[in-house]
């Protein structure tokens, strides 16, 4: 059963840069053809996608393997380490405004556009001095 | 960017059945998803291009989309059901995807 586990700091001053790693469990990163992604929650409010990237060897797709919501794409970077089934967030400058729940997902195909069919449980990241 | 509109509370009595709402220009154009979430758990996808249902979600769990309204729509809802259901579109203009603000159901 495939499982997805955040991981990373709690707490993070303003202005740093946000660093979450997402263990894969189940399933192989590098051996089967989804899109793996990142969302986020604000207390009290919706959610919002960061981006997603898909990883077949040296296929690229969009332009590269990574595709970010336009409102973040110069502060985010998702990136893959297939040799510990793991892809990882960060998040450059940050500021109270990205205090969230960060949730690791797996789309359920390998189309950009696919819905997101597993999630992991959810990290909370504070942004405070 | 693409805006989805939902009503932020719907309230059911047990028994009954809950129709939750999602609106959007010409959305009956794009595929809508449902996610499920619950008290402190993650969000799950219950309804997926507008009325496919994932392995494992009861058969009371429907979805349409038509116009500018795509419904999900949860029959004999149960105490079990109360959570937070969020739609979710890919924004073509923009090429990423895009949710509403989410339905909080309480079951009375």
């Known amino acids: 059963q495939l499982q997805l586990q955040e991981s990373g700091p709690t707490l993070v001053k303003p202005s740093e840069t946000l660093s979450l790693t997402c263990t894969v469990s189940g399933d192989s990163i590098s051996t089967t053809s989804f899109y793996w992604g990142w969302i986020r929650q604000s207390p009290g409010k919706g959610l919002e996608w960061i981006g997603s990237?898909?990883?077949?060897?040296?296929?690229?797709?969009?332009?590269?393997?990574?595709y970010y919501n336009p409102s973040l794409q110069s502060r985010v970077t998702i990136s893959v380490d297939t040799s510990r089934n793991q892809f990882s967030l960060k998040v450059t400058s940050v500021s109270a405004t990205d205090t969230a729940v960060y949730s690791c997902?797996?789309?359920?195909?390998?189309?950009?556009?696919?819905?997101?069919?597993?999630w992991g449980q959810g990290t909370m990241v504070t942004v405070s001095s | 960017s693409y805006v989805l509109t939902q009503p932020p509370s719907l309230s059911v009595a047990p028994g009954q059945t809950a129709t939750i709402t999602c609106g959007g220009d010409?959305?009956?154009?794009?595929?809508v998803h449902w996610y499920q979430q619950k008290a402190g758990q993650a969000p799950v996808l219950v309804i997926y291009y507008d009325f496919d249902r994932p392995s494992g979600i009861p058969e009371r769990f429907s979805g349409s989309n038509s116009g500018n309204t795509a419904t999900l729509t949860i029959s004999s809802v149960d105490a079990g059901d109360e959570a937070d259901f969020y739609c979710?579109?890919?924004?073509?203009?923009?090429?990423?995807?895009?949710f509403g603000g989410g339905t909080k159901l309480t079951v009375l």
């Open positions: 997902v797996r789309h359920s195909g390998d189309t950009l556009s696919n819905p997101f069919e597993v």
């Open positions: 979710q579109v890919w924004d073509t203009s923009r090429d990423h995807p895009v």
């Open positions: 010409n959305l009956g154009k794009k595929r």
């Open positions: 990237l898909y990883y077949r060897g040296s296929a690229s797709h969009f332009g590269g393997g990574s």
